[in-house]
Structures are given as structure tokens and as C-alpha cells.
């Protein structure tokens, strides 16, 4: 009888873990959350006057110890292939630029810091060379997907917050040739634009001052170089992600808190349950490690796993100690006092500790 019921919780924790998993699916959720008001109607292919004559620097030629100032504008296009173990992801955009120098060629001269993969990036345009504005300014635009890098923070995971990047610099000249300055709107999304899992949030840009320190013999001293930082936060809706975190295990757990209520004389059956819940807390964590990086700290995550290890370690630690007992004659009656009591202690200290943890890494 032992064996069976063992057989048929071992099968009843696997399904159960599983089809909670495989019900709820990957979410789909990401609306053009962070659209701005007129990036639906945009159209990347028609240049337009991004400067002012007032605007524009002054034509090559003229020395007038100021840096040259190009201007950039985005279109985010799409967004894929978010990969948190490799922190990478890639992004399908437009870039467009417009400058006065003659002699200046962004095409050759813009760098991108975090590419990850340079040898697979793709880049068009539908022009071959610059075209030039009735206002003597000069006019590029091109079409890029590539493979980004950014170290993402993963404590709060699966609640965790994202922002990817698209960081630019110019590779030759520093702050003091050339200096970027942000189009209106800087950032623009398609209409279109979502990814599966993830609540796109308002992108924007920045442009800084990048501190670089001597590079070798050639420099004495720091230099700087104008950077554009282009930042796109997303966030997992956090209905979805509950869900899919706190059902598969809580269900490992209650069958595991049921090793507590079989009676002492059922030890086949205590142990089996105990030993079944563990090796499907196991496999659900090997699961969850796959999707995440190797990391030196311990996430949010990973306190809730190795709570419900330390539960299912008590509920066996019980039964090997009420065996134990039994052996010793103690009355089947005083042994399940006991097992009350424990699981009593066992399973508030489980409530309180998800609780705090709770409420430190989400809330705190």
C-alpha cells in the first residue's frame, strides 16, 4: 500500500507542477506602452529640416574653435531575442543624423559601444550618400539591427526592471570636435512595437560628456568624448509573473506539508512524498537556473527556492525522527502531537520568511 500511494503522490506533484506551468504559457503581454504622441505616424523614409539656420553650426572653412554639432533621432523599429543569461538582446532601429561639415562622414565615423556582435550587425539606407537640406546641413539616415550588451540587474527576478541600451560615440574626434545634440522627439517607437513578456515603458536619450583616461604614451591626460545613450526600460507585468512563480511552487510545498498530517505508521508513504516534492523542486529550479546568469548573490528567487528546500528538509527531518521514536514505542498518539507542533512552527516560519522577503525585494 506504501508503494502505491507513493507512486500515485510522486505522479500527482510531477503533473500538478508541470500543468500549472505549461497552463499558464509565456505572457504576451507589451503594448506600445511608451509611444510618444506622434511616433504612430512617423515615417523614417522622408528626410526633414531637424535644424534652424539659427540652429545649424558654422560652415567648414571658418575656424571658430567651437565643436561641430550633429544631431541624432531614433525610431525603435523591434525589439527581440532578450536573452538574460548572456545579457544581450536585439534591437531593429532607425538612426538619422544631420550635421554641417562637408568633410564629415557618420557612417564611418560612429562608433557603438555596447555592440555585441559587430560581424552580424546589418545596416541599409536608401541613399548612398548624405543628401544636403536647403539650409546647407547635411542629411543620413540609416536602418540597423544588431545585438546589444548591457549588465542587466537580476535581484528582483522575475519582477525585474530593464533597461536596454543603445550607446553611440563618435570613434575619432572627442567633446571638442564634435558634439551630439538630441532631435525632437529623440526617441521615437513604432506603432506596432511589443514584446512577449515585458511592458514596454517610455525610451528617451541622453547625451553626456564620457571621461576617458590616458590611453597610452600618445595622451597626457583624460579626454572626453560626447556619448548618446539611448534607454528603453521594460518590466514584467507583474500579475502573469506571480502566478507563474508562486503557483508551481506553492503546490510543491503544500504536498510537501502533507508528510506532516499522514500517520507515523505510514513511513513508506511519509518519506516518499517528502523525498518526491524535493526531487520536483529540484527539477523546477534547474528549469528557472536556465533562463538566468550565473550570478554572486542571491535574488529574490532563489531565497523563495531555498525557503521551500528548508520546509521539505523539516517535513523529512520530522519523519526520520518520528520513525525513530516509534522504534523506541512511543504511542503513535504522542507522535502525531508532535508532528502537529512541527508543522505548525515549520509552516509560520515559512509564511513570515516569504512574507519579509517580500516585502524587502520588491517593496524595500
Known amino acids: 500500500m ?9 505522479i500527482a506533484v510531477v503533473f500538478g507542477a508541470l500543468s500549472v506551468g505549461g497552463f499558464l504559457g509565456p505572457s504576451t503581454i507589451g503594448t506600445n506602452a511608451g509611444a510618444q504622441p506622434n511616433s504612430a ?19 567648414a572653412g571658418t575656424d571658430t574653435g567651437e565643436p561641430d554639432v550633429v544631431r541624432v533621432g531614433f525610431l525603435i523599429n523591434d525589439i527581440q531575442d532578450i536573452d538574460l543569461a548572456r545579457h544581450r538582446y536585439q534591437i531593429d532601429f532607425y538612426i538619422w543624423y544631420q550635421w554641417n561639415d562637408p568633410d564629415y562622414d557618420p557612417r564611418s565615423s560612429i562608433e557603438f559601444m555596447n555592440d555585441a556582435e559587430r560581424w552580424a550587425t546589418m545596416r541599409s539606407s536608401n541613399t ?34 530593464l533597461d536596454l541600451r543603445i550607446i553611440l560615440e563618435d570613434k575619432d574626434l572627442g567633446s571638442d570636435d564634435v558634439v551630439f545634440v538630441l532631435d525632437d522627439p529623440a526617441v521615437q517607437t513604432s506603432a506596432d512595437l511589443s514584446v512577449p513578456g515585458y511592458v514596454i515603458g517610455t525610451p528617451f536619450a541622453t547625451v553626456t560628456d564620457w571621461e576617458y583616461p590616458p590611453l597610452g604614451a ?39 506539508a502533507m508528510v506532516f498530517l499522514i500517520r507515523p505508521e505510514h513511513v513508506d508513504a511519509r518519506f516518499g512524498l517528502g523525498i518526491s516534492a524535493l ?50 514505542g512511543v504511542g503513535d498518539a504522542t507522535l502525531i502531537r508532535h508532528d502537529r507542533r512541527t508543522f505548525a512552527v515549520a509552516g509560520t516560519t515559512f509564511i513570515v520568511a516569504c512574507t519579509v522577503m517580500v516585502i524587502f525585494y520588491l517593496f524595500v
Not at 506504501?2 to 510522486?10: H, K, T, Y
Not at 550570478?295 to 523563495?304: A, E, K, P, T
Open 218 to 256: 600618445l595622451e597626457s591626460g583624460s579626454s572626453l568624448s560626447s556619448r548618446v545613450t539611448v534607454e528603453i526600460p521594460m518590466q514584467r507585468p507583474w500579475l502573469p509573473s506571480a502566478v507563474k512563480t508562486f503557483v508551481p511552487l506553492l503546490v510543491i510545498v503544500l504536498c510537501a
Open 128 to 161: 548612398e550618400d548624405p543628401i544636403q537640406l536647403e539650409d546647407g546641413s547635411y542629411y543620413f539616415r540609416e536602418h540597423i539591427m544588431s545585438m546589444f550588451k548591457t549588465n542587466m540587474p537580476l535581484e528582483d527576478y522575475p519582477f525585474d526592471k
Open 279 to 328: 526531487l520536483t523542486l529540484v527539477a523546477l529550479k534547474w528549469i528557472t537556473d536556465g533562463e538566468m546568469p550565473l550570478m554572486d548573490y542571491l535574488g529574490f528567487v532563489d531565497s523563495l527556492y531555498l525557503l521551500a528546500f528548508l520546509f521539505i528538509a523539516a517535513g523529512l527531518a520530522e519523519t526520520t525522527y518520528t520513525t525513530w521514536q516509534r522504534g523506541q
Open 2 to 10: 506504501g508503494r502505491v500511494v507513493r507512486f500515485v503522490l510522486l
Open 41 to 59: 505616424g512617423s515615417d523614417p523614409a522622408e528626410p526633414r529640416t531637424l535644424l534652424k539656420p539659427a540652429d545649424v553650426a558654422t560652415p
